[in-house]
């Protein structure tokens, strides 16, 4: 129960030609504390109720439990989520051995794209495809959590 990931920016938007699947994501926090969220998710035509842990000084491994839940259930604790739902839609490229999921983040996030891929061990090596830009593993303003409080259309 164990997550690791490392995020990444995207610099095009030539990962929509690698992808072999693409999902819309709603999803909003009943508890956006650093030191632990409770996210409730409706990816595509499923619910899930997800807590995850604080992460480790580099970032890239926490504590995540995760459970699917009914499409029904997941959208009334939509209702009871904390203000600022994260709406993206997730692409998925196969990169070798990884996977790279892609959010293309809409509404109050708009313009923003980010990447990840889990990785068995925090060292382990993966190839970066072109499109993939400067690292953000570890910055607390890119988690979904914090973009739920502090959308990318208020940065500077």
Known sequence: ??????????????FKNEAFKRARILQGFLNSNPHRTVRVRIHGETGYIT????????????FEWEKQIPIAEAEQLLHLCEAGIIEKTRYEVQNDDHIFEVDEFSGDNEGLIV????????????????WLGR???GQVKYYNSNLSKNPFRDWD
Do not use: C, W, Y
């Open 1 to 14: 129960m164990q997550e690791i990931e490392r995020k990444f920016l995207v610099t095009s938007e030539a």
């Open 51 to 62: 807590i995850k842990g604080k992460p480790n000084e580099s970032g890239t491994t926490r």
């Open 115 to 130: 990447a990840e891929i889990e990785l068995k061990d925090e060292a382990e090596p993966f190839h970066k495809p072109e």
């Open 135 to 137: 690292e953000v593993t």
